[in-house]
Nanobody, 126 residues
Framework: QVQLVESGAGSVQPGGSLRLSCVVS????????VGWFRQVPGKEREGVVV????????TWARSVEGRFTVFQDTAKKTFFLQMNRLKPGDTAMYYC???????????????????WGQGTQVTVAS
């Protein structure tokens, strides 16, 4: 079994920053894709970023590119989403995902992942 445990939920003013973390446990394999997705009630889940734990590739949504970054603590199998210059439109439930089902889909920022975290709420408001 693979578990993804997220943390970092918070409420931030526009222009602020927040860092989310995702700890991967269990056997996900040595190399795997990792994604961050977000969802607002009533809307489709949308991809924020998809990367790989080897750092071979990273694909960003246009809406966040240049504002967000990803990095990892390899030894702890922990992945971070650093969100800067946050906007009200970034408000959503954020989900970490790991292990891609269909690479082409993952690279297109579709939610084609096997394992998912529980979600962590990010609110950006004055």
């Amino acid at each position: 079994q693979v578990q993804l445990v997220e943390s970092g939920a918070g409420s931030v003013q526009p222009g602020g920053s927040l860092r989310l973390s995702c700890v991967v446990s269990g056997d996900a394999g040595e190399w795997y894709y990792v994604g961050w997705f977000r969802q607002v009630p009533g809307k489709e889940r949308e991809g924020v970023v998809v990367t790989h734990n080897s750092n071979i590739t990273t694909t960003w949504a246009r809406s966040v590119e240049g504002r967000f970054t990803v990095f990892q603590d390899t030894a702890k199998k922990t992945f971070f989403l650093q969100m800067n210059r946050l906007k009200p439109g970034d408000t959503a439930m954020y989900y970490c995902a790991a292990v891609c089902r269909y690479i082409a889909g993952c690279l297109a920022l579709r939610p084609d992942f096997v394992y998912w975290g529980q979600g962590t709420q990010v609110t950006v408001a004055s």
